[in-house]
């Protein structure tokens, strides 16, 4: 089956480690998506890759770093500078092609708690 | 830049009846779609219903329908015949067309209660 797949699930992260998120798809999608939700909130974007080896900030980008070396990987690191990082991380992914639909896909997040 | 916004932080309904979620969107685009996503306590993204722009028809999914109004850029949702598992938070996207480069914009989401 096509989806997304966020791992781990869950992460704890101790003061002054950087830490990574994984997030892959296959669903030869073009464009991912990193937002971040904090509780009772709605989603906030950190960062989005429209192609390989291209990726444009959000509008919470500091702290956080991405990569896109393959089209169905965008990993996210949490690095030490993000004072605040404890939240629920979701990925997404679409395409741009003409009448297919073009419907967002999330994965199921992952839960990042600062210890 | 686009905006998406849902002036409802909560509604709540009782079981069996309907209720309607208000979205509003600005844009100068003419090519985008929209969408509304339920987001039960486990966090998990789910579908509702999808509208593109470019088709006059209100999308409909079963219990769940649009009032899709481009000119007034307002498109809310229609829940019918309310039960227990509708409760979560509902979230209203736009995203442009086929232009690549976008982003995707959510408005602050809707929280739904339903009431037996």
């Known amino acids: 089956d096509g989806g997304i797949t966020q791992s781990p699930k869950y992460l704890f992260r101790k003061e002054g480690q950087n830490v990574t998120l994984s997030c892959e798809q296959n669903l030869n999608h073009d464009a991912m998506y990193w937002y971040r939700q904090d509780p009772g909130q709605g989603l906030r974007l950190i960062y989005y890759s429209q192609i390989v080896n291209d990726f444009q900030k959000g509008d919470i980008a500091e702290g956080y770093s991405v990569s896109r070396e393959k089209k169905e990987s965008f990993p996210l690191t949490v690095t030490s500078a993000q004072k605040n990082p404890t939240a629920f991380y979701l990925c997404a992914s679409t395409n741009y092609r003409p009448y297919s639909g073009n419907t967002i896909y999330f994965g199921e997040g992952s839960w990042l708690t600062v210890v | 830049a686009q905006t998406v916004t849902q002036s409802q932080p909560e509604m709540s309904v009782q079981e069996a009846e309907t209720v309607t979620l208000s979205c509003t969107y600005d844009?100068?685009?003419?090519?985008?779609?929209l969408f509304w996503y339920k987001q039960p306590p486990s966090r998990q993204m789910i579908l509702v219903i999808r509208?593109?722009?470019?088709?006059?028809q209100n999308a409909t999914e079963n219990r769940f329908s649009v009032n899709f109004q481009k000119a007034a850029k307002s498109f809310s949702l229609k829940i019918s015949d309310s039960q227990l598992g509708d409760a979560a938070m509902y979230f209203c996207?736009?995203?442009?067309?086929?232009?690549?480069?976008?982003?995707?914009?959510f408005g602050e989401g809707t929280q739904l209660t339903v009431n037996p």
């Open positions: 509208q593109e722009a470019y088709k006059q």
């Open positions: 844009t100068s685009e003419s090519d985008y779609y």
């Open positions: 996207a736009y995203r442009r067309g086929e232009t690549s480069g976008s982003r995707l914009t």
